[in-house]
């Protein structure tokens, strides 16, 4: 994604204040990986994420592939994951459990990088790679492509391909504000001042507002062949309304519950916000809303909040300014606050959530 790759981009905070990914996400995985077809079995030598970012998804391979090889046309993106992922602890067990077992965990599992494509994956034999997954980057991938690509590395007889991506945010407890959440991610209006869902890159964005549905299957791009078979469409949310209304004869619809969604201070939603690629694009085209006068809206008790609670490390200045991140952040505050008369305080909790879609297919 353009974005990601100018010099402008922040990788280290994008990777500081995006949401991590759930263990039991990854346990499907590995469950549909180990039923194998008759006469193979789990083999667990090389794994590759594709748009690897700054590591998150690879970070659950540890212990679990002897070799990693984590791929992203960004080099900044690529910088954050070798440091992520050579530096952090090397504790492995929660992560190999979901494999075999604990004893048959690998212990050090190797991590390389390399510049490149989900297109046109960098230094991989044909037939070598075991494991491939691709976490919030495969709305951006060339199908007609991709999965050529994918036929082309997979280990014959058993190797995967496990896409995924998660949609809009909402607030679990406060369906009301569902409505103002996508004004602001999906607006349409490039002169907006409420509104960032013009400044996406499309038609990615699209795809992924559309979890997934506009992928083509692979035997849509691959006609007649069955070198990727027993393909599948996964949803897990517990919204029924997230499962793409249309009717697919290319693959089983399989919805489990909603498995991303993590307990936020309002200070944590107002960093998520800001790696918004939209906004930063949305700022290149109106540098002069970064100085926009004070949301003066929670800004004394936001401000006396940080004073009291030093120990939480918050700049001051991350809760000043009226730029549009601020506005909406601050209009869904307030709407909590209209309901409850309570709990939009900075360092008040919310819950935030997200639907994932998923893509699984297998190498005949």
């Known amino acids: 994604m353009a974005t990601f790759a100018k010099s402008s981009f922040n990788a280290a905070i994008y990777a500081a204040a995006r949401p991590t990914y ?11 990986y180990k039923n194998q077809p008759l006469g193979s079995s789990a083999r667990w030598d090389r794994a590759v994420d594709v748009g690897c970012g700054t590591g998150q998804a690879a970070s659950h391979l540890d212990g679990v592939f002897k ?35 604990a004893t048959d965990a690998t212990a ?31 709305h951006w991938f060339d199908w007609q492509k991709v999965w050529p690509e994918a036929k082309r590395v997979l280990r014959p007889q058993g190797g995967v391909a496990a896409f995924w991506v998660y949609g809009e945010s909402r607030l679990s407890s406060f369906p ?20 960032v869902g013009a400044y996406f890159q499309r038609p990615g964005r699209t795809v992924l507002e559309r979890l997934l549905v506009d992928v083509p299957a692979p ?17 897990f949310t517990d919204d029924r309304r997230d499962i793409p209304d249309i009717s697919l004869t290319d693959a089983p619809q399989i919805v489990h519950p909603t498995i991303m969604k993590v307990d936020w201070r309002w200070i944590d939603v107002l960093g998520y916000l800001r790696t918004s690629s939209a906004l930063h694009s949305y700022h290149e085209a109106f540098p002069e809303d970064k100085k926009h006068s004070d949301d003066t809206r929670f800004l004394e008790r936001d401000l006396a ?52 879609a998923m893509l699984l297919v297998r190498r005949g």
């Open 22 to 32: 759930s263990p039991k996400l990854f346990e499907y995985i590995h469950e549909y």
């Open 67 to 101: 070799e990693v090889v984590c791929v992203d046309p960004s080099a900044g993106m690529l910088d954050k994951a070798r440091e992520f992922l050579l530096n952090k602890p090397r504790s492995t067990l929660g992560q190999a459990s979901t494999r075999t077992s």
């Open 108 to 138: 050090n599992t190797k991590f390389t990088f390399a510049q490149g494509s989900a297109e046109d994956i960098p230094s991989t034999q044909e037939g070598s790679v075991d494991l491939l997954i691709a976490a919030q980057a495969c």
């Open 176 to 195: 009301s504000l569902t409505p103002r959440i996508t004004e602001f991610w999906q607006g349409t209006d490039r002169g907006s001042t409420t509104s």
């Open 219 to 235: 035997s849509v791009v691959l006609p007649g062949d069955v070198g990727l078979v027993d393909f599948q469409r996964l949803y």
């Open 305 to 356: 909040d940080i004073e009291v609670r030093g120990n939480e490390i918050v700049d001051p200045s991350m809760v000043g300014g009226g730029d549009i991140a601020v506005r909406f952040w601050k209009d869904l505050r307030e709407g909590v606050q209209n309901e409850l008369g309570q709990g939009a305080g900075l360092f008040d909790k919310v819950m935030v959530e997200w639907p994932v």
